[in-house]
């Protein structure tokens, strides 16, 4: 192992090394068994096959960064440098580093370090925007470039229709991207889709309008916007790509994500409560106040009427 100490003291220098020997020829577990080991325990839980994807990519790093160290002889400082070299925005580095912790703990639940040395990685600052909705012209006009979508691939002149009906279940169902993609013809029934989140596991039932259900019964097959055949991670992207296209054509820039906005804001605005809207759209009331809080009528008259008591 070729590896500066950080240190200046001979004695303390040996010292280290002669601790890590003891380590590597005594019960310590490396980095790559360890990792392993977690790996294992992950699938076992049912982790999804992206998000173990995700924990393979971070064994890969730690691996060569760190070769076959004991990872009890893995450091706050040793973590630290190597997250210097990330170049990630905060979101994903905040989410790199929760995969740390949870790797470490893992291990500390083992027995194969004395502590969490992730737990003292500082986390970047995120600052939240609101959320923006698509409005009702932009949305207008999307579907109208529907009609003007290039003819291709097996469904031929019924690409756009075919785009159009996915943008009608993502507005008023509420639907993250993966989830209308992974929707099921018999998820629909008396003009309700039951969604099963394939993020957090709830499971809930949203009513849609009847032109959407019409719309949706046109298209056959298990799936309503995908064969079924390949990977469902494959099937998202390809869907991405068509809607970016789409947004080209229609002259707005857009992401799906906030047709998910309108759906939420157009509850929010009726009086549906946080809570409700949390659950129907499969997030933690946390996340939907995160998201949402700007938007709810009450907390807003409330702000208002605080500032106007100012002026009297």
Request: proline share 4%; charged share 30%.
């Amino acid at each position: 192992m070729r590896k500066s100490l950080g240190i200046r003291n001979w004695e303390s220098a040996q010292k280290i090394v002669r601790d890590m020997e003891a380590r590597v020829h005594g019960d310590s577990v490396s980095v790559k068994d360890a990792f392993e080991r977690f790996i294992t325990a992950r699938a076992g839980k049912g982790l999804r096959s992206e998000s173990l994807g995700k924990y393979r990519l971070l064994e890969r790093e730690l691996v060569r960064e760190f070769g076959s160290r004991p990872v009890d002889a893995v450091r706050v400082d040793d973590l630290a440098r190597y997250r210097e070299g990330w170049k990630l925005a905060a979101i994903s580095a905040r989410k790199k580093i929760e995969r740390l912790r949870s790797f470490f703990k893992f291990c500390l639940s083992r027995g194969w370090v004395e502590r969490n040395p992730a737990s003292e990685l500082d986390m970047p600052a995120l600052k939240f925007s609101p959320t923006l909705p698509v409005t009702d012209t932009d949305l207008e006009n999307l579907l109208a470039a529907c009609d003007r979508f290039p003819n291709k691939g097996i469904y031929g002149e019924r690409t756009g229709a075919r785009i159009k009906t996915f943008l009608l279940v993502l507005r008023y169902a509420g639907l993250r991207i993966r989830d209308c993609v992974m929707l099921k013809r018999d998820s629909l029934s008396d003009g309700r889709i039951f969604i099963y989140a394939q993020k957090t596991g709830v499971p809930v039932y949203v009513p849609i309008p009847d032109f959407v259900v019409a719309e949706l019964q046109k298209w056959g097959g298990e799936y309503f916007f995908w064969s079924g055949a390949g990977l469902a991670k494959s099937a998202v992207a390809d869907w991405q790509r068509s809607l970016s296209r789409l947004g080209k054509f229609a002259g707005i820039s857009f992401h799906p994500h906030q047709l998910r906005n309108s759906f939420a804001l157009s509850l929010l605005k009726n009086g549906v409560g946080l809570e409700t809207v949390a659950i129907l759209l499969g997030n933690s009331v946390k996340i939907a106040e995160r998201h949402y809080s700007a938007f709810v009528p009450a907390r807003q008259a409330v702000l208002e009427e605080a500032v106007k008591r100012t002026f009297a």
